[in-house]
């Protein structure tokens, strides 16, 4: 009988102005599937490859925003979200290993 006993990762956790906010230790649905509605180019490369990579990072960046960060951290008054995004979702996607194949680990 086979038995897979699923990585279990805590959650990322980091503070921000003295607070301690706590992101899911795994990516969830939304983030996986962000990018799946936009356009693919016929050719990746030059200028269609630069908008699309711009429209993708766009898509999981806006997830991150609203499906991610907690709303009482979003919603605080000297929360910058055009300053503090993307150092946090680097951060979290590293953590989650978001982007990393799975094959990787065998």
């Given at each position: 009988?086979?038995?897979?006993?699923?990585?279990v990762?805590?959650?990322?956790?980091?503070?921000?102005?003295?607070?301690?906010?706590?992101l899911p230790?795994?990516?969830?649905?939304?983030?996986?599937?962000?990018?799946?509605?936009?356009?693919?180019?016929k050719v990746?490369a030059?200028?269609?490859?630069?908008?699309y990579?711009?429209m993708?990072?766009?898509?999981?960046i806006?997830?991150?925003?609203?499906?991610?960060?907690?709303?009482?951290?979003?919603?605080?008054?000297?929360?910058?979200?055009?300053?503090?995004t993307?150092?946090?979702f680097?951060?979290w996607s590293?953590?989650?290993?978001?982007?990393?194949?799975?094959?990787?680990?065998?």
């Open positions: 009988m086979l038995e897979i006993t699923p990585k990762r805590p959650n990322f956790k980091f503070s921000y102005d003295g607070e301690v906010y706590e230790g795994i990516a969830p649905q939304a983030i996986i599937t962000a990018t799946d509605g936009v356009p693919k180019p990746y030059g200028a269609q490859k630069d908008a990579d711009k993708t990072s766009q898509a999981l806006n997830v991150f925003l609203t499906e991610v960060l907690p709303e009482s951290l979003t919603s605080r008054p000297s929360w910058d979200a055009y300053e503090h993307g150092e946090i680097s951060a590293e953590y989650v290993e978001l982007g990393k194949s799975k094959s990787s680990d065998a």
